[in-house]
């Protein structure tokens, strides 16, 4: 357990620590073995910033959800098998308040697409047992629109996110699928030390949310399309603090 970085020694005690075990790629990713990219960095439209990996396939992410007694999985995206789910989504007047992508299937063939073929991008489809309830998209910070607004490093990552199905909205169902959306993050490269958000800042309830699951309010700030705020966690915090578990009071239901 020590050579594993699991433990520590406390005096003669061997102490046996959540914040590192929770850590260990292996027990949550599917492609463990894969190491980080070795950095080289590049230019991306005028942005340095390192090389990406290639994009993983399936399934990427697993964890076993005590109080809901279900298994929570994160898979990429695919155009054939969830073009019609993405549309079905996206068309939804509540997911569209927030997201502005309503349209036809074309459209959003050609959006997903997009997002696949973009190396600073992973679209995922979230998934409790063998039911999808949301798609994802989580992105390096440093190629992304919101790079000019903070000094981003190398590895900060960001996400969005839509939660397409109402039977999956609440407490009980956010508390599962943002901590582990955020160990995924934390989990994929081990240099990534911030993970960051721009919800739309009069998206109240949202930002409660996130307060509630450690995430630092910073700035607000003006997007061409909208007045965001600026959210931040930290990878010690997360750790530290244990926040792959729901909080005594929990977050409120979602908006």
Known sequence: MLDDGLAVMAGSNLV???????????????????????????????KRHPRRPQKPVGMVYARFIPWLAEVISFRVADVNDDLHLLHRW????????????????????????????DPHMLPLIGCFG??????????????????????ADDYDRGWHVVVGEDAYRGRNYISAWLPSLMHYMFLDDCRTQRIVGEPAAAHSQQLRNLELSGFAKVKNFDFPHKRATLVMLLRERFFGDRLWLPATAGPAPTA
């Open 16 to 46: 046996l620590l959540p914040d590192l075990v929770m850590q260990r790629r292996d027990n949550w990713l599917v492609d463990a073995e894969r190491p980080p990219m070795p950095q080289l960095h590049v230019m991306t439209d005028g």
């Open 90 to 117: 996206m068309n939804d007047p509540r997911v569209d308040a927030f997201w502005d992508e309503a349209g036809d299937l074309e459209k959003h063939r050609k959006y997903l697409s997009t997002i696949l073929a």
């Open 130 to 151: 063998d039911a999808p309830f949301g798609y994802f998209e989580i992105y390096w910070a440093k190629e992304n629109r919101i790079a000019p607004f903070y000094d």
